[in-house]
């Protein structure tokens, strides 16, 4: 079949194509990480707005999209490859499959669960989106470099491009540590509250020896912080200081539940949060401005800081801090 009588279809199908990425990028970046930031009484207004509006611009497109990638595969257009245009329809049944059976139902989970659990229902669409968001964009770039005849020799870049791509939505904290010079630092929050609804205990475990203060700035960091406290159990005092922007205060009972869900419950009471730009708590001590990883101090009765470290737990790495 001659290119130029399927041409309408295919513009169809990138037009479609092109509002749906710009769509997805946004949700993903913007969109969804707001919806933690919804006041308890508003959520469940904002959220139905939300799903109303929301089909009026995607369904179209989508529908557009999936009808037209169907129409494009059977009637193959000459200039395009079977591989590619199966490809293409391949990615966009996984994303429809994943709005499916993931998206929505997560979002039909947000109109019934408790007020303490929403948080941590949000950040799973946050995570699960990431699916939708890199095949919408891997479709867009490809579809990009066939328009511009370069598609072919950039089959490699794609494949390295996706790649990254999951490399970026699934990268986990390293599992190794780095040593980190002492520069005389102080540890400065001493009246933080604990997840038990407790005084955090820093004073009490430094009245009898230095105390193992770790910091963390991203709750996907909890595992390797889970790793301290179920070494260092009745061992060694020990507390975890997760870093929150103060924004977070909005919401302080989800974002305490969504804690609270993490970590075992006979450690709430050495978990304490700190409410605080990161960028201060970075600057008091002298960490990197973006920091990654769990950060490990041990500091004295004074609130010097005698040794740190960073990453996962290791008899190696504690000896060196007690040392």
């Known amino acids: 079949m001659n290119f130029l009588s399927t041409h309408w279809i295919l513009s169809l199908h990138l037009a479609s194509l092109a509002v749906m990425t710009g769509v997805i990028i946004y949700?993903?970046?913007?969109h969804y990480p707001l919806f933690a930031l919804v006041g308890n009484e508003a959520f469940l207004d904002y959220h139905h707005a939300h799903a109303r509006l929301t089909t009026w611009v995607v369904a179209p497109a989508m529908?557009?999209?999936?009808i037209t990638a169907l129409i494009l595969y059977v009637l193959r257009p000459p200039?395009?490859?079977?591989?590619?245009?199966?490809f293409n329809l391949a990615l966009v049944a996984v994303a429809w499959l994943s709005t499916a059976f993931i998206q929505v139902p997560l979002h039909n989970q947000l109109e019934i669960v408790a007020v303490e659990n929403r948080l941590l229902l949000i950040n799973t669409l946050v995570a699960t989106n990431w699916i939708r968001t890199i095949v919408w964009s891997l479709r867009g770039?490809?579809?990009?470099?066939?328009?511009t005849s370069t598609f072919k020799r950039n089959l490699l870049f794609l494949t390295l491009l996706t790649l990254s791509f999951f490399f970026l939505a699934e990268a986990s904290v390293p599992t190794w540590a780095t040593p980190i010079a002492n520069n005389s630092k102080e540890w400065p929050w001493n009246n933080l509250q604990s997840l038990a609804e407790k005084p955090c205990p820093y004073r009490?475990?430094?009245?009898k020896q230095p105390t193992i203060i770790?910091?963390?700035f991203h709750p996907k960091e909890q595992k390797i912080v889970n790793t301290w406290l179920d070494a260092l159990e009745s061992k060694t005092p020990v507390i975890e200081v997760p870093v929150l922007e103060p924004r977070w205060l909005k919401v302080r009972a989800q974002a305490t539940g969504f804690m609270k869900s993490q970590v075992n419950k006979k450690y709430h009471e050495f978990v304490c949060p700190l409410y605080q730009p990161h960028a201060v708590v970075t600057n008091q001590l002298k960490l990197p401005k973006n920091p990654s990883g769990v950060y490990v101090f041990l500091a004295d009765s004074s609130g010097k800081i005698l040794s740190e470290?960073?990453?996962?737990?290791?008899?190696?790495?504690?000896?060196?801090l007690l040392r």
């Open 27 to 30: 949700v993903q970046v913007v």
């Open 63 to 66: 529908g557009i999209e999936l």
């Open 79 to 86: 200039d395009i490859s079977i591989v590619s245009l199966g």
């Open 141 to 147: 770039l490809g579809w990009t470099m066939w328009l």
């Open 204 to 207: 009490l475990g430094l009245k």
């Open 214 to 216: 770790l910091v963390s």
């Open 309 to 320: 470290d960073r990453g996962i737990y290791s008899p190696e790495k504690l000896k060196q």
